[in-house]
């Protein structure tokens, strides 16, 4: 039996009416989350009683291309800001050329947004490899509680730095299947976001357990929030 009702209903209009149909399909990818398909799905009469579905799944190709729509989009906006400021120290390094202390001073600021360029140009090449489907190898058995605790590791001195309380819960031998590397470094930026937009003092707790046959892992912090006028 078909698991969606759009593909029964499509198969049942073909099974009525002998026609052949077409349809691009927007579905559901498992019992939980948002997680969606794109089909391309061609259904034909097979004699009298029967039909034949074609199914092509071009959720790949759809999600290829937003990302690359998105992405150009993205890096403008978080680049902007070091590039700017790159450019204003530039600017005050030739009008202060005549002052060693002030050329010294910028030259320093200039090494900061260097830095952080750096960073960003290494946090967006990351994204893209959580992005993009290609790269992604055929699933393993992965320890999920190793990759969660090595995520958190690698976020510890930046939680010091902003002194916010890192707090691991996770349930032991916890197993999935999928890319380990990729996985610690979606929960590793999950947590950077969370100490970033947390207040000092605060703590950040990540969390992993079994829910019947699913593995759930939180990230939960005590900051703001992002307004829901601002959440789509």
Same mark, same amino acid.
């Given at each position: ?8 209903h /499509?198969?049942?209009?073909?099974r ?13 990818r498992?019992?939980v989350?948002?997680?969606?398909v794109?089909?391309?799905a061609?259904? $034909?009469?097979?004699?009298s ?8 799944d ?5 999600r ?6 998105d ?7 978080? /680049?902007k800001?070091p590039?700017?400021g ?14 060693p ?18 960073q960003?140009?290494?946090e967006i090449v990351?994204?893209?490899?959580l992005?993009v ?10 320890d ?8 958190i590791?690698?976020s510890?001195?930046g ?7 890192l ?9 999935v299947f ?6 610690v ?6 947590v950077?976001? $969370?100490? $970033? ?12 357990r ?5 593995v759930?892992?939180?990230?939960s912090d005590q900051?703001?929030?992002i307004?829901e006028?601002?959440?789509?």
């Amino acid at each position: 039996e078909l698991a969606h009702a759009e593909l029964r209903h /499509l198969a049942r209009q073909v099974r009525r009416d002998g026609v052949i149909r077409e349809s691009e399909l927007d579905l559901a990818r498992g019992p939980v989350g948002r997680g969606r398909v794109t089909m391309h799905a061609r259904v $034909a009469p097979l004699g009298s009683s029967h039909v034949l579905l074609l199914l092509d799944d071009t959720t790949q190709a759809r999600r290829l291309e937003e990302i690359r729509r998105d992405f150009v989009a993205n890096v403008s906006h978080e /680049l902007k800001t070091p590039v700017g400021g790159l450019a204003l120290l530039g600017e005050a390094v030739l009008d202060a050329r005549d002052d060693p202390e002030a050329v010294e001073r910028f030259a320093r600021r200039m090494q900061v947004e260097s830095a952080r360029l750096a960073q960003l140009v290494k946090e967006i090449v990351e994204l893209s490899r959580l992005q993009v489907a290609d790269t992604l190898h055929e699933p393993r058995l992965v320890d999920l509680t190793a990759a969660v605790h090595e995520a958190i590791e690698h976020s510890r001195v930046g939680a010091e730095a902003a002194r916010i309380e890192l707090v691991e819960v996770c349930e032991p031998d916890l197993k999935v299947f999928g890319d380990d590397r990729l996985l610690v470094t979606a929960v590793r930026h999950l947590v950077g976001n $969370a100490i $970033a937009y947390s207040d000092p003092g605060t703590r950040v707790a990540v969390g992993g357990r079994r829910s019947g046959d699913l593995v759930e892992v939180t990230v939960s912090d005590q900051g703001h929030g992002i307004p829901e006028t601002e959440q789509a």
